[in-house]
Nanobody
Framework: QVQLAESGGGLVQPGESLRLSCAASGGSLSFRYIAWFRQAPGKQRDLVAQISASGVTTYANSVKGRFTISRNNGKNTVYLDMNSLKSEDTGVYYC?????????WGQGTQVTVSS
């Protein structure tokens, strides 16, 4: 069973940057599809970015050009680099690892963008 732990969230001002990390234990992320989701207060959990085992990436339209997802298989970690942050990026960010029917979620990390 893969356990995921997100970190790197915090309070930042609009226009600033953050790097989120999703570290795995109990299994390798190498052959798994990894995604970052975001859940704003009172809203559903939405897909932000995802990366395949081979490194192919996709992004939500709202974050294209500002966010970058990457993976370091040697460190068993996936990252989400977030630049030019906006107030609407506020929410709890979750990472999800999947391989077939095997799906694992982390506990989330809070990101607040406010002046």
């Amino acid at each position: 069973q893969v356990q995921l732990a997100e970190s790197g969230g915090g309070l930042v001002q609009p226009g600033e940057s953050l790097r989120l990390s999703c570290a795995a234990s109990g299994g390798s992320l190498s052959f798994r599809y990894i995604a970052w989701f975001r859940q704003a207060p009172g809203k559903q959990r939405d897909l932000v970015a995802q990366i395949s085992a081979s490194g192919v990436t996709t992004y939500a339209n709202s974050v294209k050009g500002r966010f970058t997802i990457s993976r370091n298989n040697g460190k068993n970690t996936v990252y989400l680099d977030m630049n030019s942050l906006k107030s609407e990026d506020t929410g709890v960010y979750y990472c999800r690892a999947s391989r077939g029917v095997d799906v694992n979620w982390g506990q989330g990390t809070q990101v607040t963008v406010s002046s």
